[in-house]
């Protein structure tokens, strides 16, 4: 089975810009969750899609949005970037059934800088 | 809220040495408690998990048993090698996310 792939790797992106982040899910997953990652803050939730529906989210501003499409995938967008949004972004599937704390698997992530 | 505390790193082991990477947790009901790993320039990947109380997880020659009385899941494993150099990650899930403990850098060196 193909493991959760995120596009692109690596982006570069400059202060008032928008970006896009991809993330396809293990086949059979329906559960998509998406973290950023800094040094500083460490691994923080942003928000979690089942479904197509946004089921969870974490205490991020609302330039942070996503989206999931009927075949599980999942994108992420971030609006008028800020420097500060510079981090390893990463996506996590999970068969994301209800009352079950099943395991995520996550994806290689994107690293995105914003300049 | 439900939260993760890890050991400070990094921890400097030599190959060979007995490795233990302390973990507690704050959570209200029954969570699954999980170890991840991340390698330099990668994702994290599930290195082992435990979803009740005394259960052991292993693999890779790592285990960390779910003790509910002390709220503790601490990683251990007899023999480190150099390719266990990486940063570890307590987690636990209990009613929807994932919550992580701050990491914990392990450098082993030859």
């Known amino acids: 089975k193909a493991g959760v792939t995120q596009t692109p790797r690596y982006l570069i992106k400059t202060r008032g810009q928008q970006v896009t982040l991809s993330c396809s899910p293990i086949?059979?997953?329906?559960?998509v969750s998406w973290y950023q990652q800094t040094p500083g803050q460490g691994l923080q939730f942003l928000f979690e899609?089942?479904?197509?529906?946004?089921?969870n989210k974490g205490n991020f501003p609302g330039r942070f949005s996503g989206r999931q499409f009927s075949n599980s995938r999942s994108e992420m967008n971030v609006s008028t970037l800020e420097l500060g949004d510079s981090a390893l972004y990463l996506c996590?599937?999970?068969?994301?059934?209800?009352?079950?704390?099943?395991?995520?698997?996550f994806g290689p992530g994107t690293r995105l800088t914003v300049t | 809220g439900d939260s993760v505390t890890q050991m400070e790193g990094p921890v400097t082991l030599s190959e060979e040495a007995f490795l233990t990477i302390n973990c507690t947790y704050t959570?209200?009901?029954?969570?699954?408690l999980f170890w991840y790993v991340q390698y330099p320039g990668e994702g994290l990947q599930l290195l082992l998990k435990?979803?009740?109380?005394?259960d052991k997880g292993s693999n890779k020659g790592f285990e960390a048993t779910y003790r509910k009385e002390t709220t503790s899941f601490h990683l251990e494993k007899g023999s480190v090698q150099v390719s266990d150099s990486a940063v570890y990650f307590c987690?636990?899930?209990?009613?929807?996310?994932?919550?992580f403990g701050t990491g914990t850098r392990l450098q082993v060196f030859p």
């Open positions: 996590a599937s999970s068969l994301g059934l209800v009352g079950v704390r099943d395991e995520q698997y």
């Open positions: 086949s059979g997953h329906r559960s």
């Open positions: 899609y089942f479904s197509e529906t946004q089921r």
């Open positions: 959570a209200t009901g029954y969570p699954s």
């Open positions: 435990a979803t009740k109380a005394d």
């Open positions: 987690a636990l899930i209990n009613t929807d996310k994932l919550i």
